[in-house]
């Protein structure tokens, strides 16, 4: 599958929610449906990694779908609000590049 960028993303997904008279949810209710998303994504990370097996009868969900759910209604959130994501994600890397660039032990480069 071809890669996209961040801006191809918001686009794609603009055009699905824009064929729909309902268009975005208020902020507010995505806010709500992204904490739902992020704890299926916990149920999944804590029946693979932790302490809480899958019962039989539960449904077979994968860390990558929840991921992905996270991703999609993420976009969402910044299309509904004109974030652009690309931009977002360079400023974050900035501070993350500045205000924390001795936080952690760097790998040796040898």
Not at 16 to 29: A, C, D, R, V
Not at 42 to 55: L, M, S, T
Not at 63 to 85: K, V
């Amino acid at each position: 599958m071809q890669e996209k960028t961040l801006s191809e993303m918001q686009r794609e997904v603009d055009a699905y929610i824009s064929q729909f008279k309902e268009g975005y949810f208020s902020p507010l209710s995505m806010l709500a449906r992204m904490s739902e998303e992020v704890g299926e994504l916990a149920r999944e990370v804590n029946h693979r990694f932790g302490e809480k097996p899958k019962k039989p009868e539960e449904a077979d969900n994968s860390i990558e779908l929840e991921l992905g759910d996270i991703l999609f209604i993420t976009i969402c959130f910044a299309n509904s609000l004109g974030i652009d994501l690309t931009e977002a994600h360079n400023k974050v890397m900035h501070k993350f590049n500045t205000r924390d660039a001795e936080r952690w032990t760097k790998k040796d480069t040898d």
